[in-house]
C-alpha cells in the first residue's frame, strides 16, 4: 500500500497502468493498408460489400471508413437513404457480415 501511495505522489502509477493495460482504440487504416490486406485475402473488396449495401440500404454512401478494432477489421460506412436518413453501418471486414446498423440522429 505504501508503495502505491509513492508511485501516486509521483504521478508514476497512471503511467504503469498504461503499459500494463493497453487502451482499446480504434485505427483507421489507410488504402494502402486495404490493398494490401485484400490482396492477402484478409478482407473482402469494399466493391463486393457496396454491391451488397446498395440493395439493402438504396441511397448515397457518405463515407467509408476501414478500421481496426479490438484485433479485428471493421468497415464502418455512413449511408444516406432514399427518405434522407443517415445510417451507420458496421461489417466485419472478413466475412462482409453485418455487426450494427445505427441510425444518426
Not at 4 to 16: A, D, Q, W, Y
Not at 67 to 78: D, H, Q, V
Request: hydrophobic content about 45%; glycine content about 6%.
Amino acid at each position: 500500500m505504501q508503495m502505491t501511495n509513492f508511485l501516486i505522489r509521483l504521478g508514476l502509477l497512471p503511467c504503469l497502468l498504461l503499459t500494463v493495460v493497453p487502451p482499446v482504440v480504434a485505427r483507421d487504416l489507410d488504402h494502402d493498408d486495404a490493398r494490401e490486406l485484400v490482396q492477402h485475402g484478409e478482407i473482402l473488396p469494399l466493391e463486393n460489400l457496396l454491391t451488397q449495401v446498395k440493395k439493402t440500404y438504396p441511397g448515397k454512401i457518405l463515407e467509408v471508413d476501414l478500421e481496426r478494432k479490438a484485433g479485428k477489421l471493421i468497415y464502418e460506412l455512413e449511408v444516406l437513404d432514399a427518405e434522407g436518413k443517415v445510417w451507420e453501418l458496421r461489417f466485419d471486414a472478413a466475412s462482409g457480415k453485418l455487426l450494427q446498423q445505427e441510425l444518426e440522429d
